[in-house]
């Protein structure tokens, strides 16, 4: 950056390098409200979607026209908004997570002077409706029915059991799946783990269970072409001419996969049945088997472990009902 003298004597920088701010460039981003520093900072672009609708939600609510209003929403407000919300019939789930998205913005203020309180901290929130969770879970059997179902004399069923097998032995996202990549297949104290790139760009790292290191690698042998460790894991194989299309699968793409085998297993019909009931299936499972309740955190990724525990289903296995305790 070169620099340049004015009347008064001050170095006054002067944005004449490539990739360095001009002066203008550099007031233009000190103007930049904190409101907006926050929105930008949320790294997970689902989380940044639905919280977007949230303030949305809200601001349209209290007549806001400018981010910087914010600095003048008082308990009050928040009241008034919840009690809106709660007319409108929304889920306990909802107004909590409409209420924590405007909380989580505060904080932010309040760290950066930017208000001197969170108006939201101390407004009630409404109850769970239950501690368990509502994505179901698959019973052992249909489990194993379902990592059954795909043809593995083709090369689509071959993609399509190593897909599942990694959702049920190993808990992960929709999204986590996707982004996965044949070099995230590593080995770390002579075990071969799976690079899982998870929400707000954290990384874990999980121990590849033996079946599905075996699924894996039967379906990458059978692809006809040479493949490179940037290459994404799982890709799509229908109209993929030997195999040359290096772009990763869709979410939407694996949903449907995984529909469509619960469909030919006859398992359909159970409400909300969808990827994620795969996630919460490993989680049950791993539970049910005495993994330690931090662990399985960890190993899921879950910021907190009170969300770990809505897998949680021991204290409400069929098996352990009194019920079944009564003898005549």
Sequence with gaps: MGKTKNSTNKIVPVGDSKGLLSRAEFQKLAKVPAEAEWFANIDNEKTRRAYKIDLQDF??????????????????????????????????????RKLAALSSLFEYLCENNAVPTNPVKGVKRPKVDTYEGKTPALGDDQARRLLEAPDSSKLKGKRDRALLSVFLYHGLRREELCTLKIRDITQRRGVLHLRVH?????????????????????????????????????????????????????????????????????????????????????????????????KVQEWLGHASIATTRLYDKRKSRPEDSPTFRVAY
């Design 198 to 294: 998870g929400k707000g760009g954290k990384t874990r790292y999980l121990p590849l269970h033996p079946g599905t290191a075996e699924l894996i690698t039967d379906y990458l042998e059978a692809l006809s072409q040479e493949v490179e460790p940037s290459f994404p894991l799982f890709r799509p194989v229908l109209n993929n001419v030997n195999g040359k299309i290096n772009k990763a699968m869709t979410t939407d793409g694996v949903y449907k996969v995984v529909r469509y085998y619960a469909e030919k297993i006859g398992i359909s019909e159970i409400e909300n049945l969808g990827v994620h009931a795969l996630r919460a299936t490993a989680a049950t499972n791993a539970l049910d088997h005495e993994a330690d309740i931090a």
């Design 59 to 96: 601001m349209l609510f209290v007549g806001m026209q400018r981010v910087e209003e914010f600095r003048i929403v008082s308990r009050a407000h928040i009241l008034a908004w919840r009690k809106s919300l709660e007319s409108r019939n929304l889920s306990g789930a909802t107004i909590r």
